[in-house]
């Protein structure tokens, strides 16, 4: 019913950019919170950034002044520009989002398959 298809991954020297999207599709009536997840190998998921519906957002400590999230409500469309890219930023990136469909009376949540980042020089 809702698919999340994440993009905007690859190899970055240290100090560049990236901009990833994700992208939700299906039979969507509404988008709650939408989070952007990473992980790498060997390593527990951790919480990237969160961003509601009305743009309140929140981030880790080890993201806060680099990354930047956002939205496009009309496109059911999150993005995430990161910034000043770090080694340890490498990781598998994922996103997943609240949504309710025209079929259902809760919101249920939805994974990406993910993106992979490398940042190595």
């Known amino acids: 019913q809702v698919q999340l298809v994440e993009s905007g991954g690859g190899l970055v020297q240290p100090g560049g950019s990236l901009r990833l999207s994700c992208a939700a599709s299906?039979?969507?009536?509404?988008?709650?919170?939408m989070r952007w997840y990473r992980q790498a190998p060997g390593q527990e998921r951790e919480l990237v950034a969160t961003i509601t519906r009305g743009a309140s957002v929140q981030y880790a400590d080890s993201v806060t002044g680099r990354f930047t999230i956002s939205r496009d409500n009309a496109k059911n469309t999150m993005y995430l520009q990161m910034n000043s890219l770090k080694p340890e930023d490498t990781a598998v990136y994922y996103c997943?989002?609240?949504?309710?469909?025209?079929?259902?009376?809760?919101?249920?949540?939805?994974w990406g398959q993910g993106t992979q980042v490398t940042v190595s020089s």
């Open positions: 997943d989002a609240d949504v309710r469909t025209f079929s259902s009376g809760d919101y249920l949540n939805y």
């Open positions: 299906g039979s969507i009536f509404d988008i709650n919170f």
